[in-house]
């Protein structure tokens, strides 16, 4: 961090930021804002980095002209110093749902594909979203006329932009009366009429899927904590089945193995609880079931349990994330082989961890079973 | 002329079929359910494995098979001939010779008493001892009289009970080609913990655990999850 906090040494008005997630209205402002500082200053220096050496190397090349940063998935470094330094910062607020999208359209991701990366995005930004000195910025749903736009970016920068300035800057646009920032986006970013359109092509169950995820990740796009972020049975893997999801019931009749991994989503670093919930039937022959919570190669934590032969059960451990840059892993391994039994896997629900001791396998409102033990791995 | 077609059972009768068999035990800190409505089926000539860890009710089931044991509830058809468990001490008298007792198996299953005592004789390789009382014999001796008698019953279907390591390495392997070479025409139901044996003489599997049992066809996958039960 010394090292990136001494790599700008000009401070206020020398350094802009534009920041979001992967999305057409962001990548929009982020060319608007170059343009808005190239009208006012003349030449500027653009640097995209994510990560706090790519930014210390970018940096060395620096002229004397204002440095326009822009990322998308801020490092804990670049976000600490953008914050620090009081950088003046418009972080563009996107609808989950919207980055989703756009991360289909734009690079061709499947669905889960593009929920991880949407993920890693709005928990990298939410690191600077609740941060007094950052502007945050929500298009969608305002119908901004372009020049309504251009002012909210320039008060947002602390600069004044002259009516020659603006018109220079909204000249190209000219052709699209009357300049709504929601039609030029349309228009003029790549693959945003095509993720804007790509909604109506998923099916049923990914659209609810998508909004399921969407409403845990979606207060943090809004720079508010989430309360509880829910993970959907249908994001996680089938260990049986590596490429599909784990969608509808398996059954656990084999050796011991992962029946459920995933969902490889980002978590703000922390202190958490995740709550697998699942359903089990058929197993009258007493198998045992593990959940194991990983980030990376790392073991967060570890519970075990018997497992009950029939009805709706969770499970509770709790974990802490260091850094957000890690996907998290929940895992659901039988632990021995079994002759029988269908195992499906609900949801996984993670909260803040508010400390209290708990039993890991609960049934809901019934309390707690026999034969459980957690733990969880010193930071 | 009228031609009627015959109609085959849904069992053929000759074959061992276990159905719904339950066995509960009590016991001072009450009922123990040790097998808990297992279902399989042998046909002539077929090769079941039975695997599952201690506890898992294995002997229970081949003392059921072998009539030793009744069945809580549950049928049991024997529709070709069994051999009692081999390894099972029991069907012999210890105060008995071993002379004694093949006559005595020979009258119970009406074979010529001289034919079985050379068969048995001649297999078990015990010579004058036979004419001991089996309490004096030791236990690889004992093995050898059982083996020798199980063999020389012309059995359809033979019970084993993880006794394939009978006596000293010739033995073994004279066991070996009396038992899976001249009679692989045979049903066996064998009960062991070898997966080589397993995977050598078995075609299918009858998987226990903890008093579940369930019959895979896929004698591999069934031995992957024996490994990690």
Known sequence: ?379 | MTLVQSVPDLVPSRSIALRNIVKVYHTPIGPKTVLDDVSFQVMPGEKLAVLGQNGAGKSTLVKIIGGVEQPTSGTVDIGMSMSWPLGFSGGVSANMTGFDNIRFIARIYDKPIRDLIDQVDDFAELGKDLYLPVRLYSSGMRARLLFALTLAIDFDCFLIDEVLAVGDQRFQRKCHEALFVERKHCAMILVSHSVPAIREYCDRALVLKNGRGKVFEDLDFAISIYASL
């Open chain 1, 1 to 379: 961090m010394t090292d990136v906090a001494a790599s700008l040494p000009g401070g206020f008005p020398s350094y802009y930021c534009f920041c979001g997630p992967p999305s057409a209205r962001a990548i929009f402002v982020s060319r608007l804002g170059i343009d808005l500082l190239r009208a006012v200053f003349g030449n500027v220096q653009l640097v995209y980095a994510n990560k706090a050496k790519d930014l210390v190397g970018q940096l060395r090349e620096q002229s004397s002209s204002p440095v326009l940063l822009y990322f998308d998935f801020p490092d804990p470094v670049i976000a600490r110093v953008v914050v620090e330094k009081g950088i003046p910062t418009v972080l563009v607020s996107e609808p989950f749902e919207d980055i989703v999208l756009y991360s289909m359209a734009a690079w061709g991701m499947d669905l889960h594909a593009a929920i991880r990366f949407a993920t890693h995005s709005v928990v990298a930004l939410h690191q600077i979203g609740r941060s007094r000195t950052i502007n945050s910025l929500q298009l969608q749903g305002r119908d901004l006329a372009l020049t309504e736009l251009v002012n909210l970016l320039a008060l947002s920068l602390g600069i004044e932009v002259s009516t020659e300035a603006l018109q220079r800057l909204i000249a190209p646009y000219d052709n699209h009366q009357p300049h709504r920032v929601d039609e030029i986006v349309r228009r003029r970013i790549e693959h945003a009429e095509a993720s804007f359109d790509l909604r109506s092509k998923l099916s049923s169950d990914e659209r609810q899927l998508l909004a399921e995820i969407a409403s845990s990740y979606q207060p943090m796009t809004e720079g508010r904590q989430p309360e509880k972020i829910s993970w959907p049975g249908g994001i996680c893997l089938n260990g049986d089945r590596r490429d599909a999801s784990m969608s509808g019931s398996v059954d656990m009749t084999g050796p011991a193995r992962i029946l459920s991994f995933g969902p490889y989503l980002h978590l703000p670093a922390g202190r958490w609880a995740a709550d697998m919930r699942f359903f089990v039937s058929g197993n009258w022959s007493r198998n045992m079931i593990m959940m194991e919570v990983t980030a990376g190669s790392r073991v967060l934590a570890v519970g075990q349990s018997d497992l009950p032969a029939v009805g709706a059960f969770s499970m509770r451990i709790p974990f802490s994330v260091e850094e957000h840059e890690t996907p998290v892993e929940v895992r659901s391994v039988l632990r021995n082989g079994a002759i029988e039994g269908d195992f499906r896997l609900l949801e996984i629900v993670v909260t803040p961890d508010d400390g209290q001791i708990r039993r890991p396998l609960q049934r809901p409102g019934q309390g707690s079973l026999p034969g459980q033990k957690t733990s969880q791995s010193s930071p």
